[in-house]
Structures are given as C-alpha cells and as structure tokens.
C-alpha cells in the first residue's frame, strides 16, 4: 500500500506537476518567490500573447506543416505497409532496417544534415522543404503502425468485395476504408505528434522562415518572461493532449498486439 | 449486375503490379525508401564528406548573399583537419565524456525503469493501470521543447518544487534548494531524457509483456519459479525483442538531444549536440566541418554501442539459461 501511495507520488510530481507549473505561469503576471501558489490568476497573459499576431500565425503554420506532413506521411506509407505487412514478404526486415536508420541517427546530426541537404537542393527556407525534412523523422513510425495495422486486417474481405461485384473504389470506400479506418486514425496522430514536435529540423530546414509555435516556445525561454513563455507552452502542448483525448481509447486499442 | 471480372485480378496490367508479384512491391515501397532511405543517405554523405573537408560550400548557394563568394570554391580537398582539431582541443574530450555520461545514465535509468514499471504490471495485472497508462501516453505527446520549459520551471531553484517547499519550511531561500537544473552533472538533462524515454519504452514493449509474457511467467511461476528467476530467464529473453531495439532509438535520442541539452544545461560543460549546433551556425565555413565531425563521431557511437548490445544479446540467446 505505501509503495503505490509512494508511486502514485512520483508520477504526480514528476509527470503532472511540471504541466501544471506552466498553466499557472501562462494565468498569473507576477507570481513571486516564496508564493507556492499565484496571488490571483488571470487571463490576461493568455490575452496578450495568446491571441498576439505571431502566436496565431506560428499556430497557423505549425498546423499548416504538421498537417501538410501527416496527410502525405499516410499517403506513402499506406502502399508501402501493405506490402511489409504480407507475410510472403522476405525483405521486411532489410526495409524496415532502412526505414528505421533516422530514428537511431543523432538529431543535432540528422537535422544539419537535412538542412545542407535540402539547401543543395534548392528546398530548404520554406514551407515545403520543412514538410518533406518532416517526412524522414515521422515516416518510421507511420510505416510502423500502418502495417501492424495492417497484420490484423485481412485482405480477404476486399477480395470478397470485389467478387460480390464491388468496383476498386467500392470496395476501398466501403471494406478497406471502414476496417483499417481507425488504425488509419492511429498513424495519423502519430505522425503528426512527431511532426509537430519537431524543433531543430523546423529551425535550420525553414532557416527562420518556417516559425511554428514549437520554434516560438524555443526563443520566449530566451525571452525569459515566465507568462510568455507559459502561455506559448500551454499553446504548443494543446493540439497534441486534445487529440490523445479524443482519441486515446482508439489508440490503446490499435496498439495492442494482435491477439 | 456487375461481373467479378471487373475486380481486376485478371487484367494484366494490375496483375503485374499486385502487392505480391515484385514490381508490386517495388512500385509501393519505392516512395517510402526514397523519401526515408534517399534524403537520410543523402544527408549522412554530406555529413562525413563536409566532415572531410569535401564539399563545404554545398548548399550556400546564389540565395545567400553572404556565403556565395566564399562558399562557391571552399573546401574543395579532402582533409583530417576537422578531426585533428576536435581531438586535439581540451574542451572536446570534456564534452565527450559529460556526453556519454548523460546519454548512459538517462538510457540506463530508463530502461531499468521500465523494466521495472512493466515487471511490477505483468506480477500484478490490471492494478490501477489505466491512470498510469494514460499519464505515460499523455507525457509522449507533449513536444520536447514544452517538456523541457515545463522541468525548468518546476525544478529550477526557484521553481514551483522549490516555492513549495518553502511553504512547508524546508527552505528558505531558492539558493536552498539542491541544483536540479542547469547544473554541472547534466542532472536536468537525464531528468529530461529519463521522464520522456522511460513512458516511450514502456509503451512500446507493454503490449508484448501484457499479452504473450504474462501467461509465461505465471506459467514459471506455478511450476515454482522464484520471481527472480522468473524475471531473468522468462521475462527479460521474452521482452528483449522489442525492448533492445527501443532502447538503442532512446539512447540515440540522449546523444543528439539538443532542446534539453540547451535549456536545462549548463554552458560548461557543454554536450555535444549544443557544440555541434554553435560550430553550424558559426559564419565561419571552416568551423563546420567541426559540426559535422561531431555529428560523425555522435553516429559512430550509436553504431558502436548498437553492435555490442545487439551482440551480447544474440549472444545470451544463444548461450540459453546457465544452470
């Protein structure tokens, strides 16, 4: 009993507390030493900075890219899941070896290399550069969970589909579509979870062009007013804890091995 | 009525090109292996020759006003000197070690960690799992750089952990609370890496201990397994497949972490990463073959390390329980 009081402890001071540290500091102005608590919370913080014009442009384009990178991260991983997914496939392990060197490659490495990389090819300062050097960190996990998707799901039905009549299309839309669906779903948040919490490939690649509000929350800390820097936090950590929530049954669910 | 012909296994065209048949296969893994294996390739040759002293101009192309002149005929002749002055500056060696320690403590408290998280949840399933599952998924989804500003903010010396205490009257002044950040032994930079890297494994083996190991070790544990040995010659075999290759990504990640490494570190020593980084952005073109010598040597480790734990892996496989 007192090793779980004792677990449940750590777990709150280490992984709750530090999130609630940056909603108080997004909703107090003056939150002074020795104060365990904010003298009065206000929204004015969030105002001031949270509906600034940069914020809301760094929001914009951090969507803009993060969704940009997820649609086509799914696009090409669902041809190439399908495949490693077949269990005739002899290659699967040399592939996914392949696909699966940017994950144990050092970030600060792999970011300056994408970087000259991109540059050479005349890619790099824009949105579009920032999308494809995205598309090297996320496309891994997106294969990875597309094709344990696709371990589960059998391929039969869409050749019963296709016997009972059904053109391609139909049986995509009304088969594939509705079984792989909510694996489909599953990639996707990954995908744009590792895409949006990108930092040094969306600094160098976009070579201060590209600002999402991950690159923002970076140079506040410079800044080193408490407020700001809380709020563009609270901005940045949103999208992907409201997305979890929504969807965070599903995922358990998709991930779990099949039975 | 539709005729099942029309499902196309019989045209020519799609049969050559179905998932089975190898033109298939290459047509649909071909965008992936491209996009992943072409640009990382790509990317990693520019690294090792620029590191080489091959090629230093690339990418400072008409665009740049300030690096066209010099970047056009620069660094034409391969050379060692990058390496040969990292090796021989003091500072360098000093920012190895500091981050080989960081990366090691990080990936071993991590995985000892999760080893246990997971052992705990296999002996004793479905005990309030749900509530710590949900905190792990919760913390992988926040970006590194917010988890980093939220660890400062809560641990620094004046921080809330600090502000806390003084309430209860452990402290009195920030400078009483114990350096947890920004400190000399990078303890905010494993606190970082460990926070983030023990719910990534967790995570990514808990599926595996849930449904294939626990039958197994209960299965040990009713033919009269001590939990020790059920943990070492069950277990840890059964998990080793996923739990490994997780360990080396977290590992990789704790050398190259540059977020962490920048705001809850200290200026010196420094890691490699921020080194790194500083020698890129140095207007200097000469100062990045540094960069990117560092970045060899930080990928040079990683394959080193990744060869000996997968070996001694195999080899324990191999060996099959000691008697």
Redesign the interface.
Known sequence: MTG?LAWRTA?L??????????V??AFSTRWF????WPDTLTTSGVRQIGFDSATLAALRTGLVVSGACTIVSCA??W??A???S?P??AWRGL?LL????????????????????L??L?L??GRPGVV??H??PT??YT?AVLSAVFVRHD?RSR?QA??L????WQ?FRMVTLRLVGPGLAVAALFTF?VS??Q??VTL?VGGGQVITI?VL??SA?AGGN?TS??VL?VI??LP??L??TIA?RT??RE???P? | ????S????TSPVSARFD??RPW??V???G???I???G??G???T??VR?SLGVGLG????A?DETGAGAGAGFGSGFSLDAYRRLFGANGFWRSFAFTLWVAGAATTLSVVGAVAVLWHWTRHPG??RRV????????????????T???????SQ???????G??LGL?DR?AEFPVLVRDRFGIGIVLHVV?KEL?FLV?AVA??S???VAPLVRTAATLGAAPFQALRRIFLPAVAPALV?AA??AF??A?????PAR?LGVTDPRT??VV??DR?RDPDLAVRAD??A???V??LV?VVV?VVVFTATRRWYRRGPDR
Request: cysteine-free.
């Open positions: 779980r777990t001071i280490v992984l709750v507390a530090p999130l609630v540290t940056l108080l500091q030493y020795p104060d365990a090409v991983a041809p190439a399908r495949v490693l077949r005739t496939f592939v392949v696909l699966f060197v940017p994950t144990i490659v050092p970030a600060v490495g792999l970011a300056i290399g994408l970087d000259v990389a540059l050479q005349d790099a300062g494809l050097a598309l090297v496309l891994p294969v391929d050749e296709a016997v009549g059904a053109t391609p049986a979870l949006w919490s930092y040094l160098l991950t929350v970076f800390v408490p820097i809380g936090a940045a950590a992907p804890v997305v979890l965070g995922v358990a991930l779990a091995e039975a | 009525m539709a005729l099942p029309r499902a196309s296994p998932v089975d298939g296969r047509a649909r893994l965008p992936a292996l996009v992943v294996g640009l990382t790509y990317a990693l520019i690294v620029q690339l990418g400072l192309g665009g005990r309030a710590d599952l949900w905190l792990m998924q919760l913390n992988l989804t926040i970006p590194h750089v917010v988890w500003v939220a660890l400062l903010a809560t641990f004046s921080g809330w952990a600090s502000r806390l003084a309430a402290f920030p926070t719910p995570l599926p595996l849930g449904r294939r290759p080396l990504v990789a990640f050398l190259g972490a540059f977020e705001v490699l990463a790194a980084l890129y960069a990117q560092i970045s060899v930080l990928g990683v990744g």
